[in-house]
């Protein structure tokens, strides 16, 4: 039996994030340049996208630029954006083939204005997909997003919009780039490293956490099917106890 069917269809995450990482060292190991490894990470990007949509999952989230990721080398970024650019433009096919609509989370006005334009022209041209969300984290961090939620709530209590008293979790909530998406059950990272790195700090409170040593340039659809099937022999207890949860 393959990996795919051994998957219960009906414990599916609704919500898989994944930090892509390992781009450069898969390049370094290979005698190349780091932008080659972002160039190789775009077939996993596609195979973990179309393996998604077709089990039935509903959001797929990848962080894709952090806030800190400016700080790279300068030739790096631009070959980052540029990358991102044309895997928008060659990427429009898959997308709408699969049904899938793009979505972005993070501070994206202030990414370059031609990224910026293409990736406006993407979401519009697949916002009548609905089989999959594919939400890209570009120019995001938990840290950042967190900290503008609370500076635009403390703009509206300032204005007599928002009664502070009224603020609880499900209003904090509102004001995330997450809004309206569920929080995530898995989290998935490559590259054999164990941190969050700042992504979805907020959400991803009770998500199960799959590492794998895979470079994401290696990852494969059979390798979202296992980091699955890892999840679904999970019992998660959200603070209660095992009994409460059978
Ligand atoms: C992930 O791969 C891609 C981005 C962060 C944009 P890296 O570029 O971080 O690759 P490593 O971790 O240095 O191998
Ligand atoms: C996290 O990877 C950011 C993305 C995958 C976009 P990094 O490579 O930037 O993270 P650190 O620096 O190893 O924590
Ligand atoms: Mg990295």
């Known amino acids: 039996m393959d990996l795919k069917e051994k998957i219960d269809s009906l414990r599916l ?48 989230t990848l962080y894709a630029f952090s806030t800190e990721n400016w700080k790279r080398p ?42 910026y334009k293409q990736l406006l022209e993407t979401m519009d041209k697949t916002s009548g997909n609905n089989r999959m969300d594919l939400i890209l984290a570009l120019n995001y961090s938990g840290r950042w997003e967190i900290s503008q939620a609370a500076a635009r709530i403390a703009a509206e209590v300032k204005a007599g919009n928002l009664d502070p008293e009224k603020i609880n979790q499900d209003v904090f ?5 997450t ?13 054999g490293e164990n941190r969050i790195s700042n992504f979805l700090l907020w959400q991803a409170a009770y998500s199960e956490l799959y590492f794998t040593p895979k470079l994401w340039p290696d990852f494969r659809k ?21 009994e409460q949860i059978k």
């Open 74 to 115: 300068k030739c790096e970024v631009d070959a980052l954006m540029s990358l991102l650019v044309q895997t928008l433009n060659s990427e429009l096919g898959t997308l709408m083939e699969n049904n899938i609509r793009l979505k972005a989370i993070g501070n994206i006005n202030k990414l370059q204005p031609d990224c």
């Open 179 to 191: 809004h309206n998406i569920p929080d995530p059950e898995l989290l998935i990272r490559t590259s």
């Open 173 to 177: 909530e509102s004001y995330l780039e």
């Open 222 to 242: 059979d390798d979202l099917y296992e980091a699955i099937l890892d999840y679904q022999n999970r019992e998660r207890r959200f603070g209660m106890i095992s």
């Open 13 to 60: 995450p609704k919500h898989i994030a994944i930090i892509m990482d390992g781009n450069g060292r898969w390049a370094k190991s290979r005698g190349e340049m780091r932008v080659f490894g972002h160039q190789n990470g775009v077939e996993s990007v596609r195979q973990t996208s179309t393996a998604a949509a077709e089990l039935g999952v509903e959001f797929l």
